[in-house]
């Protein structure tokens, strides 16, 4: 079973740069985008996990560009749960441009589990593992 979720995003001035295409940098909020968009869906949101007693940052980003985004497009990100047996979480990203459906990035970033104290966690934190019996069902 496929977990995902997708939120539309309309490119503002701000984010182009004097030719009117998106600046790399922007493909990496739009994700973070389909992140939020995820953990809203699936109630595995930041302040979720931290009332838990975790943050869970970005440890690996990967940003495959193929087409650019200019001003005014709207672009669909899609984020992806990648299962793991780790303790982490894996997200996959496809961005398409609204209308035409090409694929314009695709991406994937691994996150990990840090206590509030700021230490790593080796292990599942038990309201993951729950979290990933209820939606992980087989």
């Known amino acids: 079973m496929e977990l995902k979720a997708s939120k539309e995003i309309v490119i503002r001035f701000n ?6 295409i ?12 389909g992140r939020q968009a ?4 699936y109630g595995l949101g930041y302040l979720q996990v931290y009332e838990k007693g975790f943050s869970i940052p970005i ?3 990967n ?18 749960y990648v299962p793991s047996d780790a303790a982490k979480l894996i997200f ?3 961005i398409k441009r609204k209308g ?3 694929i314009v990035a695709t991406g994937e970033t691994t996150q990990v589990f840090l206590s509030t104290k700021g230490e790593l966690s080796l292990i ?7 979290w990933k019996l209820k939606f992980l069902k087989k």
């Not at 984010?15 to 009117?20: C, I, N, P, R, S």
């Open 15 to 20: 984010e182009a740069d004097m030719l009117q």
């Open 22 to 33: 998106v600046w790399h940098g922007h493909y990496v909020n739009y994700f973070e985008e």
């Open 38 to 41: 995820f953990g809203e869906k």
């Open 59 to 61: 440890v690996k980003l």
């Open 63 to 80: 940003v495959d560009y193929k087409r650019p985004l200019k001003f005014g497009d709207t672009a669909i990100v899609e984020a992806v």
């Open 92 to 94: 996959k990203y496809t």
């Open 100 to 102: 035409f459906e090409e």
């Open 124 to 130: 599942v934190p038990d309201f993951f593992h729950d």
